[in-house]
């Protein structure tokens, strides 16, 4: 019935240059990601090319300065195409969402000098960036971070293992935390490394649940040297850097999660308008009708949240709270309706024939990343409450 077909989002968009820019994704998604999509992510397959080819056509540096070989685009625009990729394959929409969250530090915090030297090449060069502040013994815990750098002349030397990295063992550059004073968090500072760089390696990426195609994986840095002019901020500035970072890697994940939030829905439509049962489609029973209605309606919820949340940001006010806020909603929604469309799609839902399960599958790590959902509610008592006592 093709009155009943999903149509793509109506999105409130600033300019005629963020409409096109839409259309352009929209465009790649169809013809690059989504045919592929399912047979990759089954193979567990990254798509390197696929990311050349965003470069090429300036997706991986949206929300940055154009000086630099970034978009010149606000961050409501940005996390749209972040969610438009997503919808198309998590991998593709997460992978640019890391890459950003690995060019904040720099971008935000670097002397001019860095920026003219790195940014051009990060952003618009075909690089592809991760983000190192997770270990293996500190996670929500990250000021607790054991990774160390030491002063040796004009280099330091880095030594420890990072662990969880989102293109982990192929990153062309690595945004690090490490210890460079006592401990605490401000004894931390913040780095940019190569990715070939002389003792850097990467373990055997992890099996996980989802995101098959998107490797996960501990980065060992084994005396790993670098010079003082990779560091980023002033020392003992890192973790400052990496919670600033992460207010916007969390708007990053929110817009990911509405995407596959939104891909769920899109499937679970489709199919209740084409199955037939006792005589009619199964989207013609008020049951279902009101599962499809609650999912629209928590989707449109999480998308107005996130949104409302980056234009603070790009009118430059305090939005740290509202990241945290549609983290929290956003992913939570991911899985809630997910979990409806296989649901929905019945025996069918729980096979790989149909994209229901992978959705579902995928949104559970969206509630872990950048700060686990406990994480987030931690921050936004604190904005209400204050800190918890010592």
Same mark, same amino acid.
């Given at each position: 019935?093709?009155?009943?077909?999903?149509?793509?989002?109506?999105?409130?968009?600033?300019?005629?240059?963020?409409?096109?820019?839409?259309?352009?994704?929209?465009?790649? $998604?169809?013809?690059?990601?989504?045919? &592929?999509? $399912?047979?990759?992510?089954?193979?567990?397959?990254?798509?390197?090319?696929?990311?050349?080819?965003?470069? %090429?056509?300036?997706?991986?540096?949206?929300?940055?300065?154009?000086?630099?070989?970034?978009?010149?685009?606000?961050?409501?625009?940005?996390?749209?195409?972040?969610?438009?990729?997503?919808?198309?394959?998590?991998?593709?929409?997460?992978?640019?969402?890391?890459?950003?969250?690995?060019?904040?530090?720099?971008?935000?915090?670097?002397?001019?000098? %860095?920026?003219?030297?790195?940014?051009?090449?990060?952003?618009?060069?075909?690089?592809?960036?991760?983000?190192?502040?997770?270990?293996?013994?500190?996670?929500?815990?990250?000021?607790?971070?054991?990774?160390?750098?030491?002063?040796?002349?004009?280099?330091?030397?880095?030594?420890?293992?990072? /662990?969880?990295?989102?293109?982990?063992?192929?990153?062309?550059?690595?945004?690090?935390?490490?210890?460079?004073?006592?401990?605490?968090?401000?004894?931390?500072?913040?780095?940019?490394?190569?990715?070939?760089?002389?003792?850097? &390696?990467?373990?055997?990426?992890?099996?996980?649940?989802?995101?098959?195609? &998107?490797?996960?994986?501990?980065?060992?840095?084994?005396?790993?040297?670098?010079?003082? /002019?990779?560091?980023?901020?002033?020392?003992?500035?890192?973790?400052?850097?990496?919670? &600033?970072?992460?207010?916007?890697?969390?708007?990053?994940?929110?817009?990911?999660?509405?995407?596959?939030?939104?891909?769920?829905?899109?499937?679970?439509?489709?199919?209740?308008?084409?199955?037939? %049962?006792?005589?009619?489609?199964?989207?013609?029973?008020?049951?279902?009708?009101?599962?499809?209605?609650?999912?629209?309606?928590?989707?449109?919820?999480?998308?107005?949240?996130?949104?409302?949340?980056?234009?603070?940001?790009?009118?430059?006010?305090?939005?740290?709270?509202? /990241?945290?806020?549609?983290?929290?909603?956003?992913?939570?929604?991911?899985?809630?309706?997910?979990?409806?469309?296989? %649901?929905?799609?019945?025996?069918?839902?729980?096979?790989?024939?149909?994209?229901?399960?992978?959705?579902?599958?995928?949104?559970?790590?969206?509630?872990?990343?950048?700060?686990?959902?406990?994480?987030?509610?931690?921050?936004?008592?604190?904005?209400?409450?204050?800190?918890?006592?010592?």
């Amino acid at each position: 019935m093709p009155d009943r077909a999903p149509q793509p989002v109506d999105r409130q968009l600033p300019t005629e240059e963020a409409r096109d820019l839409i259309t352009l994704v929209r465009d790649i $998604a169809a013809q690059e990601i989504v045919p &592929s999509a $399912a047979e990759e992510e089954d193979a567990g397959r990254f798509p390197r090319e696929l990311f050349t080819l965003l470069s %090429q056509s300036g997706l991986l540096g949206l929300p940055y300065d154009s000086e630099y070989g970034g978009g010149d685009q606000p961050y409501e625009v940005y996390l749209q195409v972040l969610e438009e990729l997503a919808a198309a394959r998590l991998t593709v929409g997460l992978g640019v969402s890391v890459h950003s969250l690995a060019s904040y530090a720099l971008a935000a915090y670097g002397t001019k000098e %860095q920026q003219v030297e790195h940014l051009p090449a990060m952003l618009g060069g075909g690089m592809l960036g991760a983000y190192c502040l997770s270990e293996p013994h500190s996670g929500s815990d990250a000021a607790a971070l054991r990774t160390r750098a030491v002063r040796d002349g004009d280099d330091w030397v880095i030594t420890g293992t990072k /662990a969880w990295i989102t293109h982990g063992g192929i990153a062309d550059f690595y945004t690090v935390m490490a210890r460079t004073g006592d401990e605490g968090p401000r004894g931390i500072s913040a780095f940019l490394v190569p990715g070939d760089a002389a003792g850097l &390696s990467a373990a055997v990426p992890e099996k996980k649940m989802g995101m098959k195609g &998107s490797p996960t994986a501990q980065v060992h840095f084994d005396g790993v040297r670098v010079p003082d /002019a990779r560091r980023i901020g002033e020392e003992g500035q890192g973790f400052a850097i990496a919670l &600033s970072s992460l207010d916007s890697g969390r708007l990053g994940i929110s817009a990911c999660a509405i995407g596959v939030a939104q891909a769920a829905l899109d499937a679970a439509v489709t199919y209740a308008a084409e199955r037939r %049962q006792f005589g009619k489609p199964i989207a013609d029973f008020q049951g279902l009708r009101f599962m499809l209605a609650d999912m629209a309606t928590q989707i449109e919820a999480g998308r107005a949240l996130y949104l409302a949340a980056a234009r603070l940001r790009d009118a430059g006010r305090p939005f740290a709270k509202q /990241a945290a806020m549609a983290k929290l909603h956003c992913t939570d929604t991911a899985m809630r309706v997910t979990t409806d469309a296989v %649901q929905i799609l019945g025996g069918y839902g729980y096979t790989a024939d149909f994209p229901a399960e992978r959705y579902m599958r995928e949104a559970k790590v969206l509630q872990i990343v950048e700060g686990t959902n406990q994480i987030q509610r931690m921050v936004i008592a604190r904005h209400l409450v204050g800190p918890e006592e010592r």
